[in-house]
């Protein structure tokens, strides 16, 4: 059974940083596609950013391109999302997803595994 656990999450101004972490089971990171999703109350959970297992190539919603950087370290089993220049717009629950195929996946259903979420919360 494949485990995430999301970690970094808080409070912040906009114009802010944080930096959130989801350490997961031995192998995941460095063998499955990675992705983070959020959801903001009463929204759909939408793609962030996603990074494929072979390639390491990573994928951005619109939403947060240049500003949001997702990565992992396969040593520590971790996957990173670095972001940057928030806004209130950012506020969410952010959740970190596994998934066993390798590609560029923007849907939800497409990962199956999922972890806890984080809570971002962006003050104006």
């Known amino acids: 059974q494949v485990q995430l656990v999301e970690s970094g999450g808080g409070l912040v101004q906009a114009g802010g940083s944080l930096r959130l972490s989801c350490a997961a089971s031995?192998?995941?990171?460095?063998?499955?596609?990675m992705g983070w999703f959020r959801q903001a109350p009463g929204k759909e959970r939408e793609f962030v950013a996603g990074?494929?297992?072979?390639?390491?190539?990573?994928y951005y919603s619109e939403s947060v391109k240049g500003r949001f950087t997702i990565s992992k370290d396969n040593a520590k089993n971790t996957l990173y999302l670095e972001m940057n220049s928030l806004k209130p717009e950012d506020t969410a629950v952010y959740y970190c997803?596994?998934?066993?195929?390798?590609?560029?996946?923007?849907?939800?259903?497409?990962?199956?595994?999922w972890g806890q979420g984080t809570q971002v919360t962006v003050s104006s």
């Open positions: 997803a596994a998934s066993r195929r390798d590609g560029i996946f923007v849907q939800s259903y497409e990962y199956e595994y």
């Open positions: 990074i494929m297992w072979i390639l390491r190539e990573t």
């Open positions: 031995e192998g995941t990171v460095s063998s499955w596609t």
